[in-house]
T-cell receptor
Framework: DTAVSQTPKYLVTQMGNDKSIKCEQN?????MYWYKQDSKKFLKIMFS???????INETVPNRFSPKSPDKAHLNLHINSLELGDSAVYFC????????????FGAGTRLSVL | GIQVEQSPPDLILQEGANSTLRCNFS?????LQWFHQNPWGQLINLFY???GTKQNGRLSATTVATERYSLLYISSSQTTDSGVYFC???????????FGQGTTLQVKP
């Protein structure tokens, strides 16, 4: 069983479109995250939710909107896609304190044409 | 904000060799993790090590929190060790991990 699963694995779309990436974890964790990895492999946190509540919101354009229907799911919706949004997006989850060890999904490679 | 620097940026090894990867951070941290990103892109947590030493098979890690650095040791490297190794820190253990730029390791057969 995959612990943190993301869909789709690949997403190719045109500029200006709206797209969503889904994430589900079956680990029973309370906290989930979205990260962006750019073409230089740099990983940066975007959002974090704890039990459906937004707790970390980095400087991310308003076009990105996370949604957590329950604590096992954290989806990422992106409006009006731009070329610069092309990246790999990772979902992660953690059981929380005291160790906050994070478990990552396989990533979604988004290509905006 | 806190800075995380990893060295070397790139490393090429022959199978069987040992290596040491370094992570320096600019402020005290409550959480430090090492990750391996394999050539298929999967990120695997290797160690949670805010201080002290841990070992897991051929891998071990040491964090000297007072001197603000961590080391990842890979012994008897194998081709499957290839990929990018990331150090990530969380200054206040809130779950907000700050990643270093990574060390790209290539192990040749």
């Amino acid at each position: 069983d995959t612990a943190v699963s993301q869909t789709p694995k690949y997403l190719v779309t045109q500029m200006g479109n709206d797209k969503s990436i889904k994430c589900e974890q079956n680990l029973g964790h309370d906290t989930m995250y979205w990260y962006k990895q750019d073409s230089k492999k740099f990983l940066k946190i975007m959002f974090s939710y704890n039990n459906k509540e937004l707790i970390i919101n980095e400087t991310v354009p308003n076009r990105f909107s996370p949604k957590s229907p329950d604590k096992a799911h954290l989806n990422l919706h992106i409006n009006s896609l731009e070329l610069g949004d092309s990246a790999v997006y990772f979902c992660a989850s953690t059981p929380g304190h005291p160790q906050n060890i994070q478990y990552f999904g396989a990533g979604t490679r988004l290509s905006v044409l | 904000g806190i800075q995380v620097e990893q060295s070397p940026p790139d490393l090429i090894l022959q199978e069987g060799a040992n290596s040491t990867l370094r992570c320096n951070f600019s402020d005290s941290v409550n959480n430090l993790q090492w990750f391996h990103q394999n050539p298929w892109g999967q990120l695997i947590n290797l160690f949670y090590i805010p201080s002290g030493t841990k070992q897991n098979g051929r891998l071990s890690a040491t964090t000297v929190a007072t001197e603000r650095y961590s080391l990842l040791y890979i012994s008897s490297s194998q081709t499957t060790d290839s990929g990018v190794y990331f150090c990530a820190v969380d200054p206040s253990n809130t779950g907000k991990l700050i990643f270093g730029q990574g060390t790209t390791l290539q192990v040749k057969p």
